[in-house]
């Protein structure tokens, strides 16, 4: 069992920036593909970045290309989001995940994920 914990959330104008963070306490997070996704109310959870666990490839959804990036520290077993020129249309909860499946890519597919934060709210205001 892997515990995640978001945080880095809160509130923000738009052109500002957040980081966001995602610990595993206590689990080496080096062999897993990690992952940070989104969700408003009505809608599907939609990955907005994901890095791959061997080689640090990464995916960004086509919405946050160039503001977003994600990165990780395995020897401190935690994930990050930075997050520049936030538009109001990024406002959402925000949730890192962990793959365990030892891919060769970053994983993309809610499904694919085995363990979940619980979450941290992100509110850009226009």
């Known amino acids: 069992q892997v515990q995640l914990a978001e945080s880095g959330g809160g509130l923000v104008q738009a052109g500002g920036s957040l980081r966001l963070s995602c610990a595993a306490p206590g689990r080496t997070i080096s062999h897993y593909a990690m992952g940070w996704f989104r969700q408003t109310p009505g809608k599907e959870r939609e990955c907005v970045a994901a890095i791959a666990w061997g080689n640090s490839n990464t995916y960004y959804a086509n919405s946050v290309k160039g503001r977003f990036t994600i990165s990780r520290d395995n020897a401190k077993n935690m994930v990050f989001l930075q997050m520049n020129s936030l538009k109001p249309e990024d406002t959402a909860v925000y949730y890192c995940?962990?793959?365990?499946?030892?891919?060769?890519?970053?994983?993309?597919?809610?499904?694919?994920?085995?363990?979940w934060g619980q979450g941290t709210q992100v509110t850009v205001s226009s």
């Open positions: 995940a962990a793959d365990s499946m030892l891919g060769t890519g970053p994983t993309i597919r809610a499904s694919e994920y085995d363990y």
